[in-house]
C-alpha cells in the first residue's frame, strides 16, 4: 500500500529560528519527507531565517547535516537529500533590529500570489518584535500565515499579553499555533473513532464510562536542561497544553462538522466546563513530583541546579467536567519524567457488566478498556472479555482487539511525524489541529489558580524512584477511588 499524499498549493515557508534545535530535529527533516513524497509542489521554497552569520550555502550545509543526523540513513538517499537542500535558502536577520529584513523581502518579492507562511521556530519574546517586523517589512499579504510554538505565556495574564501582540499583527483566521500531539494519526483518529462509527459514541459518555486515563509519562530526565525546565515545570510544559488538549478531545461533543471552528468551538465548551480546583482541593486532587537520584543518574533537583525547587517534574490530576455527558466521570491525567517507560496513551475504562451470568471461579469479568495509543506504537486496542480459548470448561479470560496501524498500513510504511501533517495543514490553510486564542487562554485561566496554590505550598512535590510509576500519592489518587492506573508501558 502507498501513503497518499495530497498535493498542495505553491508556497514559501519562512522559519526563523532556522538553525535552531526543533529546526534542526522536526522542521526541517519533515519538509524533507514531504519533499520525497511529492507533495511540495514546483517552485517551493524555505527560507530559513536567524542570527546567525551564514550564507545560501552555509545553511544547505546545515540542512544536509540536520537530514543526516535525524533521518534514518535508508530514508535519505543521496539524490533526494541534494534535490531537498537545492530548495532551501537563507537570510540573515536580527528580530531585534533593522538588520537584514531587506533581504528577506527581496527573497520574498514577486511572489505575493503564493501561500506564505512563517514559522516562529524562536523564544516567544521575540514573537512580538518578529510580527512588528514582518508587518515594517511589508511582508504581510493576503495568503500570509503564522505558526507559533509553545511555550504560549506562563499564565493567563502573559497569554493574553501574547495573543495581543499576535493579533495586533494578524487575523486569527491566520494563526497557527502548534500543539504537536494534535498531529498524532492517532490524535485524529480517536476523532474518526468516535464520529465515524456509529459504535461507540452512544457509549461515550458517564453512564457507561467508569473514567478515563490520560498518560504522557516520558523515561528520560531534564538533563542538561534542568535549569531551564526548572522554569516552567510539568504543568507548563505539559499540562496546560498537550494533556488539556488530549482531554478536549476525548470529552468533546461531536461538532456539526468536520471544521477548524466548529471542532475549536467544542473544545474551548469542554475547557469552561472543567470543575475548578482551588484551595484545599488542589492537595485532594493534584499530585506533583521530583525523581530521586537513581543508579543511571542525579535527582531531578541536582539537574535543576536548586537544591530547594519546589517545581514539578511530575503531576498526576483527577479532573471533573460540568456537563451532562461527564458528570460523576473523573478524567485523571499523569505526566513525567524519568517514568518507567516512554508512552503516551488515552485510556478509556467502560464500567463493569451491571451481572455476571458467570460463577466467580470463571475469572473476574473487567470492564473493558479502549486504549488509544500516541506513542511509541501508535494504535488502538479494545479490552473485551472472551472465553479463555481450550478445554476447561468456562473460564474468562481479558484479551486485546488490537489495530496498529504500521501493521494495518503494511510494515514498510513510514508514520508521518506530526510536524510533516502539521506544516502541510499550514499550507493548505485548515487550522482544524491548531489551538485556537481563546482556547488557550481557557486552559490557563483553569490552571491558575492551581499553580498559585502550589506557589503557596499545596500538593508539595513528593520524590519519586527513578524509573517507576511516579509517587505514592498519585497511585492513590486512583487507589481511593476504588481505581487503578494502567501500568506505564503495560
Ligand atoms: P534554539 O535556541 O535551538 O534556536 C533559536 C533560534 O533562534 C536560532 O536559530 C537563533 O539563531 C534564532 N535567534 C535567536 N535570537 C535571534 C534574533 N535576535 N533574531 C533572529 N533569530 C534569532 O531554540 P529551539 O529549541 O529551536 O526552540 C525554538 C522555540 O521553539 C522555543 O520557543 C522553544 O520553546 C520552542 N520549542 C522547541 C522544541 C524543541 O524540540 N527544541 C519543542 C517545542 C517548542
Not at 358 to 376: H, M, S, T, Y
Request: aromatic share 8%; charged share 25%.
Amino acid at each position: 500500500m502507498v501513503a497518499k499524499t495530497v498535493p498542495v498549493d505553491p508556497f514559501d515557508l519562512v522559519v526563523f529560528g532556522g538553525t535552531g534545535d526543533l529546526a534542526a530535529r522536526k522542521l526541517l527533516p519533515g519538509l524533507f519527507h514531504r519533499f520525497q513524497s511529492g507533495q511540495l509542489p514546483e517552485g517551493a521554497k524555505i527560507i530559513g531565517a536567524a542570527r546567525g552569520e551564514m550564507d545560501t550555502k552555509g545553511f544547505q550545509a546545515h540542512t544536509r547535516k540536520a537530514i543526516e543526523t535525524f533521518v534514518a540513513k535508508a530514508d535519505r538517499p543521496k539524490a533526494d537529500v541534494d534535490a531537498f537542500v537545492a530548495i532551501v535558502d537563507y537570510a540573515r536577520v536580527d528580530a531585534m533590529s533593522n538588520a537584514g529584513w531587506s533581504d528577506l523581502a527581496k527573497l520574498l518579492k514577486g511572489r505575493e500570489d503564493r501561500v506564505r507562511a512563517f514559522y516562529l521556530s524562536v523564544a516567544p519574546r521575540f514573537f512580538g518584535p518578529i510580527c512588528d517586523q514582518i508587518g515594517a517589512a511589508g511582508l504581510v499579504t493576503p495568503l500570509t500565515r503564522l505558526v507559533v510554538e509553545k511555550p504560549l505565556g506562563r499564565d493567563l495574564e502573559s497569554a493574553r499579553a501574547l495573543n495581543k501582540q499576535l493579533s495586533d499583527a494578524f487575523d486569527e483566521s491566520q494563526l497557527y499555533r502548534i500543539d504537536h500531539y494534535l498531529g498524532k494519526e492517532t490524535v485524529q483518529n480517536l476523532m474518526a473513532l468516535r464520529f465515524a462509527n456509529a459504535l461507540f459514541e452512544p457509549l461515550w459518555n458517564s453512564h457507561h464510562i467508569d473514567h478515563v486515563q490520560i498518560t504522557a509519562a516520558e523515561s528520560v530526565p531534564v538533563g542538561t536542561r534542568g535549569g531551564y525546565y526548572d522554569q516552567n515545570g510539568a504543568m507548563r510544559d505539559m499540562v496546560q497544553n498537550h494533556l488539556m488538549q488530549l482531554l478536549c478531545l476525548t470529552a468533546m461533543e461531536p461538532p456539526a462538522k468536520f471544521d477548524s471552528d466548529a471542532v475549536r468551538d467544542e473544545k474551548l465548551k469542554v475547557l469552561k466546563a472543567l470543575t475548578p480546583i482551588t484551595g484545599t482541593d488542589v492537595d485532594r486532587d493534584v499530585v506533583r513530583g521530583q525523581y530521586a537520584e537513581g543508579p543511571d543518574g542525579p535527582s531531578y533537583l541536582t539537574e535543576a541546579g536548586d537544591p530547594t525547587s519546589k517545581t514539578e517534574c511530575f503531576v498526576a490530576m483527577k479532573i471533573g467536567i460540568d456537563n451532562w455527558r461527564w458528570a460523576g466521570t473523573p478524567f485523571y491525567i499523569r505526566t513525567g519524567k524519568r517514568l518507567r517507560t516512554r508512552v503516551s496513551e488515552i485510556v478509556i475504562r467502560f464500567k463493569d457488566a451491571p451481572h455476571s451470568i458467570f460463577d466467580a471461579q470463571v475469572g473476574g469479568l473487567k470492564g473493558n478498556e479502549l486504549v488509544i495509543r500516541l506513542q511509541p506504537d501508535e494504535g488502538i486496542q479494545l479490552r473485551l472479555n472472551i472465553k479463555d480459548p481450550g478445554p476447561g470448561g468456562m473460564r474468562i479470560a481479558s484479551a486485546p482487539l488490537d489495530m496498529s496501524f504500521a501493521e494495518d498500513l503494511g510494515r514498510d510504511i513510514r508514520m508521518p511525524d506530526a510536524y510533516e501533517r502539521l506544516l502541510m495543514d499550514v499550507v493548505r490553510g485548515d487550522q482544524t489541529l491548531f489551538m485556537r486564542g481563546d482556547e488557550v487562554e481557557a486552559a490557563w485561566a483553569w490552571i491558575d489558580p492551581i499553580m498559585e496554590a502550589c506557589d503557596h505550598g499545596a500538593a508539595a512535590p513528593q520524590t519519586y524512584a527513578a524509573g517507576s510509576d511516579g509517587p505514592s500519592d498519585s497511585l492513590m489518587l486512583m487507589h481511593r477511588d476504588g481505581r487503578r492506573w494502567r501500568e506505564i508501558g503495560a
